[in-house]
């Protein structure tokens, strides 16, 4: 009798244990309820394939696991800032939240998230994540915040009309062939350089002041922008308003800075990979239009990009750089993570070990517009094609860091203001501008 309990007892450890490791594997099995998020993705009026993405995404996990996402549509340029408010006033907070790896030092400073580092270094995904993703989750003292879902970089797309042998690779070069291009193409280029907008240093200005041996803050979170590589940044971008070389939208509110090129007008544009999913349609400049569609990958033959490209008309490269630099690209992260205060911890974890496999890390990326954090999402066909195999490259090569500010936000907006000022006002003298934003910035700090 005594040897049959043993046997019994036995056979329920076993039991539990299969049950705890199954659980450990995939805790969304045993999911039930509602789990709130918050993401710039508005999945009641899909506009693009993130947006499609993310419908899908919510029909799919109600159905597999029976937990209805409520999504909570927050505009991109609010949403991490929206997060540290509801998170400091104590208030409603989504149980996960999609995060932008550049404010990772602010949400550090103002403890908004929680510190997720023995949890992700115990998942199953953990070694399958590309280090270099992680590092960007990864505060300087070793603290993991968050979870990464892909990388993106910023480049050139160009026409291939107006550019047969590629975008010039430096800034005198490029002045060269805009003076060339002019009579027949009076836009040579056309980039997001609007005032008060955080993505026209993140796209473009930050890239350049790199290329030119510059930064824009230091390793304490202070700005340093005030330095000879942002002013010949700036003497360059005059240069291209100067002589009507750019287009004049560039620094047009909203998104109509794209528009020039979406018409064949301009001859290339700065832009990150993920930008397939809004330029739709375009118009090459010798009128061959392609249309797009929403879908819920990147399909070559939907997407405009994708459609423009397989025809030969389109083409991507690094940023142009500084004269004897090299050419740079601000590596962004998009990740997951759970703010403090979250109610429902243990779904969210569900939720992020779900986007963790293979399958949705390749359809949250390709929809997206980025390069995958998993490392066997990246090998997958979706991301061998001649598009994703030239932005890995780029990625690989020129990818630099996001700049080290305490206030993120504010430190990016306050030289946005700057330099648009130093470009639509001439008249002003570049370092004391400049200077005078830094102090600003820098007294914010005391």
């Known amino acids: 009798m005594k040897a049959r309990k043993t046997v019994a007892f036995l056979l329920c450890l076993a039991l539990l244990s299969a049950l705890l490791l199954?659980?450990?594997?995939?805790?969304?099995?045993?999911?039930?309820?509602?789990?709130?998020?918050?993401?710039?993705?508005?999945?009641?009026?899909?506009?693009?394939?993130?947006?499609?993405?993310?419908?899908?995404?919510?029909?799919?996990?109600?159905?597999?696991?029976?937990?209805?996402?409520?999504?909570?549509?927050?505009?991109?340029?609010?949403?991490?800032?929206?997060?540290?408010?509801?998170?400091?006033?104590?208030?409603?907070?989504?149980d996960v939240s999609y995060v932008d790896s550049q404010q990772l030092g602010f949400f550090d400073q103002n403890g908004v998230l929680t510190d997720l580092t023995d949890w992700v270094k115990s998942r199953p995904w953990f070694d399958d994540v590309d280090p270099g993703a992680l590092a960007a989750c990864t505060t300087p003292d070793g603290k993991i915040l968050c979870v990464p879902s892909h990388t993106a970089v910023h480049f050139l797309y160009y026409w291939t009309d107006v550019?047969?042998?590629?975008?010039?690779?430096?800034?005198?070069?490029?002045?060269?062939?805009?003076?060339?291009?002019?009579?027949?193409?009076?836009?040579?280029?056309?980039?997001?350089?609007?005032?008060?907008?955080?993505?026209?240093?993140?796209?473009?200005?930050y890239n350049l002041i790199v290329s030119y041996g510059g930064q824009i803050a230091d390793e304490k979170g202070r700005a340093v922008w005030a330095n000879e590589a942002t002013k010949k940044t700036v003497e360059f971008v005059r240069a291209l308003f100067a002589n009507?070389?750019?287009?004049?939208?560039?620094?047009?509110?909203?998104?109509?800075?794209?528009?020039?090129?979406?018409?064949?007008?301009?001859?290339?544009?700065?832009?990150?990979?993920?930008?397939?999913?809004?330029?739709?349609?375009?118009?090459?400049?010798?009128?061959?239009?392609?249309?797009?569609?929403?879908?819920?990958?990147?399909?070559?033959e939907a997407l405009s990009v994708g459609a423009a490209l397989k025809a030969g008309k389109l083409a991507i490269a690094p940023q142009f750089a500084a004269p004897g630099g090299?050419?740079?690209?601000l590596i962004l992260a998009s990740a997951w993570a759970i703010p403090v205060g979250a109610k429902n911890v243990e779904a969210a974890k569900a939720f992020i070990d779900f986007q963790m496999t293979t399958s949705e890390n390749v359809a949250y990326s390709t929809a997206y517009g980025a390069l995958p954090a998993l490392k066997s999402a990246a090998a997958a066909d979706e991301f061998q094609t001649p598009y994703w195999?030239?932005?890995?490259?780029?990625?690989?090569?020129?990818?630099?860091?996001?700049?080290?500010?305490?206030?993120?936000?504010?430190?990016?907006?306050?030289?946005?203001?700057?330099?648009?000022?130093?470009?639509?006002?001439?008249?002003?003298?570049?370092?004391?501008?400049?200077?005078?934003?830094?102090?600003?910035?820098?007294?914010?700090?005391?």
Request: glycine share 6%; net charge negative; charged share 20%.
């Open 22 to 94: 199954g659980a450990a594997s995939s805790p969304a099995t045993a999911q039930s309820g509602t789990l709130q998020i918050w993401t710039k993705f508005n999945d009641q009026n899909p506009q693009n394939t993130q947006d499609k993405w993310l419908a899908d995404l919510i029909a799919r996990y109600r159905a597999k696991f029976g937990v209805q996402i409520v999504n909570t549509f927050q505009p991109f340029d609010q949403i991490n800032a929206k997060l540290n408010v509801a998170v400091q006033a104590r208030g409603e907070v989504p």
């Open 163 to 205: 550019y047969p042998d590629g975008v010039p690779a430096t800034t005198d070069a490029f002045l060269a062939k805009a003076a060339e291009l002019k009579a027949a193409n009076p836009n040579a280029f056309a980039f997001t350089g609007k005032l008060a907008e955080k993505i026209s240093v993140e796209r473009f200005y």
């Open 244 to 300: 009507g070389y750019a287009a004049q939208e560039s620094l047009a509110p909203a998104f109509d800075n794209e528009q020039p090129f979406m018409r064949g007008e301009a001859g290339a544009f700065v832009a990150g990979s993920y930008s397939y999913v809004y330029l739709t349609p375009l118009t090459a400049p010798d009128g061959t239009k392609f249309e797009g569609e929403i879908t819920g990958t990147f399909d070559p």
């Open 326 to 329: 090299k050419p740079a690209s």
């Open 389 to 446: 195999v030239e932005v890995a490259r780029i990625q690989r090569e020129f990818a630099v860091p996001a700049p080290t500010f305490l206030d993120y936000d504010r430190g990016i907006t306050l030289l946005a203001d700057a330099i648009v000022k130093l470009i639509t006002d001439p008249s002003l003298d570049i370092m004391a501008t400049l200077q005078a934003a830094q102090d600003e910035y820098n007294a914010g700090l005391e």
